[in-house]
T-cell receptor, first 112, second 114 residues
Framework: KQEVTQIPAALSVPEGENLVLNCSFTDSAIYNLQWFRQDPGKGLTSLLLIQSSQREQTSGRLNASLDKSSGRSTLYIAASQPGDSATYLCAVRRGGADGLTFGKGTHLIIQP | DTEVTQTPKHLVMGMTNKKSLKCEQHMGHRAMYWYKQKAKKPPELMFVYSYEKLSINESVPSRFSPECPNSSLLNLHLHALQPEDSALYLC?????????????FGPGTRLTVL
């Protein structure tokens, strides 16, 4: 059974810092990996999707990498802002119509 | 347009009530999903519909009954729920069968069972 782990569980940093969130998964036979953010009591906003054949994806200040063979992904956030405060979830997908298996998330606070 | 809509936003029901949650997307996606998220926990998959047919049921109790009347609409019928079923219910959709397809989530329905 696929298990997804996210480290750290919580992180608080001053505004402007660059930071890295980590995700690991136990079964490397994934279809793709997706990073989401979730604000309190809200739904999920997709940030980046990396296909199993890709190594990284970038969107603005966000960069996600994938090392499928070692079962790891990282989300890099550059020049953090208070508006980046949220819970960040990593999720992996097994096959075309399968659902996602989520990690427990990293709760991120950016101090003004 | 990458929007998935869910109604109602909030629902309070008693254990003997019957209610339904509704999810809609107009992106032409052929896969739709229900997830359940308890407080301070990650979402957990409940059901997957692919081309309007149920393809995955993650051993969900029968008091939850999904329905996909057409390719744009997904319902979750609720009956005889327990207080521990209180959670945020999230709907998602994706193009299906493509490695690069993103799952798009709706805002969720916050369900409280009394």
């Amino acid at each position: 059974k696929q298990e997804v782990t996210q480290i750290p569980a919580a992180l608080s940093v001053p505004e402007g810092e660059n930071l890295v969130l980590n995700c690991s998964f136990t079964d490397s036979a994934i279809y793709n990996l997706q990073w989401f953010r979730q604000d309190p009591g809200k739904g999920l906003t997709s940030l980046l999707l990396i296909q199993s054949s890709q190594r990284e994806q970038t969107s603005g200040r966000l960069n996600a990498s994938l090392d499928k063979s070692s079962g790891r992904s990282t989300l890099y956030i550059a020049a953090s802002q208070p508006g980046d405060s949220a819970t960040y979830l990593c999720a992996v997908r097994r096959g075309g119509a399968d659902g996602l298996t989520f990690g427990k998330g990293t709760h991120l606070i950016i101090q003004p | 347009d990458t929007e998935v809509t869910q109604t109602p936003k909030h629902l309070v029901m008693g254990m003997t009530n019957k209610k339904s949650l509704k999810c809609e997307q107009h992106m032409g996606h052929r896969a739709m999903y229900w997830y359940k998220q308890k407080a301070k926990k990650p979402p957990e998959l409940m059901f997957v519909y692919s081309y309007e047919k149920l393809s995955i049921n993650e051993s969900v109790p029968s008091r939850f009954s999904p329905e996909c009347p057409n390719s744009s609409l997904l319902n979750l019928h609720l009956h005889a729920l327990q207080p521990e079923d209180s959670a945020l219910y999230l709907c998602a959709s994706s193009q299906d069968r493509l490695a690069g397809d993103t799952q798009y989530f709706g805002p969720g329905t916050r369900l409280t069972v009394l």
